[in-house]
Each structure stands twice: as C-alpha cells, then as structure tokens.
C-alpha cells in the first residue's frame, strides 16, 4: 500500500473547545474507524509506534490520538514518531494533540503545514460573542452582566463554556420554566445555578491556595472529589488558574509591579474576586514558581491515570501539600 503523511494532523494550545471540534471533524469522516487513544508519558513511543506501524485486520480506518505531545523529548522517541509519520499508511490517521503552543520541531516539521493549527485563547471580546451567540441558539437572551459572571468563573476555552452554559440551561429549564417569548438568563439565575451546582470548583480551590490557607484548599478539594467531580477536570482548571498567574506576573514585572484594570482585562482578570485572588498568589508564587507548579499538575495528572495509583483522595492531598511546599521555599528564600 502507497504510504502518506498528510493523514497526520498536530493541533496545539489551549483552546480545548475548538481543538476538539477538529478532532472531531476529522472522526465524522472516517465514522466506522478504530479510535485509539495514548497520552504521552504514560505509553511509551515505542508502544505507540508498534501501533500505528501494525495494521488492524478488524477496521479499515484507524484513527490514533497522541494526548500531552509536549512531552515528547527525548531523541530516539522523537525519531522513531517521525518515522512513523513519514511513513504513514494512507488507511491510518494520526491525531497529535497538546495544550501548549509549541512541541517539539522536530515532530511538527514532519506533518504538512495545512494540516497544523495552534488554538490560541480566546480574546475577551470573543468570548463574550460566543457566549452570547451559544444562548441565542438555545432561544435565550443574556444581558453583559449575566455574560460577565459566567466569564468569571469558567475556565477560558469554549469547551468548559459549552459544557457549563448546557447544565445553566438544563437548571433554568428545570428550576424555573419560562415562556418562549420571555426566556432570559439573568444573573441571579446563574447564582442560584452555582449555588446548587457549584459550590466548590477549581477556581474557587486556587482561591484558597491563593491565600495560603491549605487546611481550606484541602477541604475543598475533599468537597469536590465527595461530590464526584473528576479529579482530572480539578487539575484542568488549575492548570488555566497558573497559567493565568504566569500572565499576571508577566505583566508586574513588565510594569514593575503596578498593574491597571485594562491591562488585566485583556488578560481576562476583572472581577475584583479575581484581582484579589491573582494579587494574593503573586506575593506567594514568581514565575519559577509557576512553571514548578504547572510541572507538578502534569506529573499528577499522569500518575491518576496509572493503574497503580493509589487512591485518588491521597494523591490530591499530596499534591495540595506539593503546591503549598513550592511557596513554602519561596517564602522561606525570600526571608
């Protein structure tokens, strides 16, 4: 069989929503293949290679997703992976995928420059459209300020916006019924919805963090893993929370220290929750700091998905305790 690497697609940033979309575009045109999917660190390249190099007697397509691609580093692993993409059978599909804007050059020198796109974050102004046009579609209105506290408190891509503003409906449709010609979101409907449904989250946990209080932060991530939120979808929105802090720190440092309400506007911090929150955590965390944070996400985020692992609740207290060790030495450096 003829081979190709245009079947191989790597699509970075952290954008999820829209990330997902083409993901998910590439699978409707191939509906009956075989979806495999590996996360780097956890799967060795040489096991993801023996599969993408096998064929399947069972499907005629296959479709195989690469997740955490930004860990790929090491030389030989790097190799191996473009070999398998250079020589790429026309009846597999490659799907490489990060939540960071780079990967290694090697890897994206090997895929078609048609076939890369980098999903950046969405602008302030975006989101707010896409907010307002995701209620439209539904047959409701919102006003800026019910469109101002769901920003404040979901994760900035469109992916935790759909899924957020899909369970404020079901809440409305459920709680509070209205007529066709009268449906609205209005505020305090979104705070009676994060009332009921939202009473700790991610933000609210680097809140806690933000502040020092690790008995609270541990409290809260016990609240929420008791209430079934995924331990994973936790690391997620924290990883947005230190991200964002890595901003806010560019921009102190850039104005040397000061820092005005336009400028973290088109950061995305204008609440005054969120301003206190990011000015807390910069008295605890620099920007080496973050990145050791950030590091820290990634290696629990792959050790819940060992097999071995031990039980989720002690795995996320050992990593509150982590975070709160890294402004602990910063603390003490800095005495």
């Known amino acids: 069989m003829s081979v190709s690497h245009s079947n191989a697609f790597i699509f970075l940033g952290p954008e999820l929503g829209k990330k997902q979309d083409s993901v998910d575009s590439i699978k409707k045109k191939h509906p009956n293949a075989d979806v495999s999917v590996f996360y780097s ?25 690469i997740k955490n691609a930004e860990q790929i580093k090491k030389k030989d692993e790097i190799e191996l992976l473009v070999s398998c993409i250079k020589n790429l059978e026309t009846d597999t599909v490659l799907i490489i995928l990060s939540d960071e804007n780079k990967i290694n050059s090697s890897l994206e020198n090997a895929v078609p420059d048609s076939n890369k796109k980098v999903f950046y974050e969405l602008f302030e102004q975006d989101k707010i459209d896409w907010v307002r046009s995701f209620f439209s579609r539904e047959g409701y209105s919102i006003d800026k300020d019910g469109i101002a ?12 916006l759909r899924q957020e503003c899909t369970r404020l409906i079901s809440f409305i449709n459920e709680t ?20 009921h449904n939202r009473e700790e989250s991610s933000f609210t946990l680097f809140s806690r963090i933000a502040s020092g209080d690790m008995s609270k932060a541990l409290e809260s991530m016990a609240v929420m893993l008791t209430s079934k939120e995924s331990a994973q979808g936790i690391l997620a929105g924290l990883v947005w929370c230190f991200r964002k802090l890595g901003d806010y720190l560019t921009l102190q440092r850039q104005n ?10 088109k950061i995305g911090i204008s609440s005054l929750t969120a301003k206190n ?25 792959l050790l819940l998905r060992s097999p071995v692992a031990a039980l989720e609740n002690i ?19 800095n005495a």
């Open 41 to 65: 660190g956890e799967t060795s390249a040489g096991a993801i290679a023996d599969t993408l190099q096998n064929k399947n007697l069972f499907a005629e397509t296959r479709i195989i997703i």
């Open 149 to 160: 506290v769901i920003l404040e408190l979901v994760e900035n891509n469109t992916a935790a």
């Open 176 to 195: 509070s019924p209205q007529k066709p010609e009268e449906k609205k979101v209005k505020p305090e409907d979104i705070e009676k919805w994060l009332s």
């Open 256 to 265: 040397t220290g000061e820092v005005n309400s336009f400028e973290l506007r």
């Open 277 to 301: 929150d990011y000015l807390l955590a910069a008295k605890r965390y620099n920007i080496d700091d973050v990145e050791a944070c950030l590091v820290l996400t990634a290696e629990y985020d």
């Open 315 to 333: 795995l996320m207290d050992r990593y509150i305790l982590a975070l709160f060790k890294i402004a602990a030495a910063r603390i003490t450096a």
